[in-house]
């Protein structure tokens, strides 16, 4: 067995070195964008008549999918999930000073009067940052 070891540039600089042997299957199974089944994101359940899945669920969704990007201006953009939907939002800070988002869900609250909005993908910026604008 080889001993030699390489560290993934895509991921964190603190992030472990991998056995060379395995880099291949590392890329594969982290970097690699996943084929996501729509109603494994979120969706409107008849049923119990809410969403089937918290906003915390569709966070991971977005982080899975690499959807923030830095656009320009201080503007980020959340590109749509893959086979999920086809819109891309605009996340930019509003006069407060927060972040705000171009979505149905956050325009809707926001034209209520409603404080701290949060949508899933104003979550998923978040969580970008927290992870240093990396995946």
Not at 1 to 7: R, S
Not at 27 to 54: C, D, G, M, R
Not at 118 to 130: D, N, S, V
């Amino acid at each position: 067995m080889n001993n030699t070891v390489v560290h993934c540039v895509l991921c964190p600089p603190n992030a472990p070195a991998i056995p060379i042997e395995l880099f291949d299957k590392h890329k594969k199974l982290v970097h690699e964008t996943h084929v996501i089944n729509p109603n494994e994101v979120q969706f409107y359940s008849e049923h119990v008549k809410a969403l089937a899945y918290t906003q915390q669920h569709k966070i991971a969704k977005l982080m899975q999918g690499r959807c923030i990007e830095y656009a320009s201006g201080g503007v980020y953009i959340c590109k749509p999930i893959a086979t999920y939907n086809k819109t891309t939002y605009r996340l930019q800070k509003n006069g407060f000073d927060e972040w705000a988002c171009s979505c149905q869900f956050y325009v809707t609250h926001e034209k209520l009067g409603e404080a701290d909005i949060w949508c899933a993908h104003k979550g998923a910026l978040y969580e970008y940052f927290a992870r240093g604008q990396k995946y």
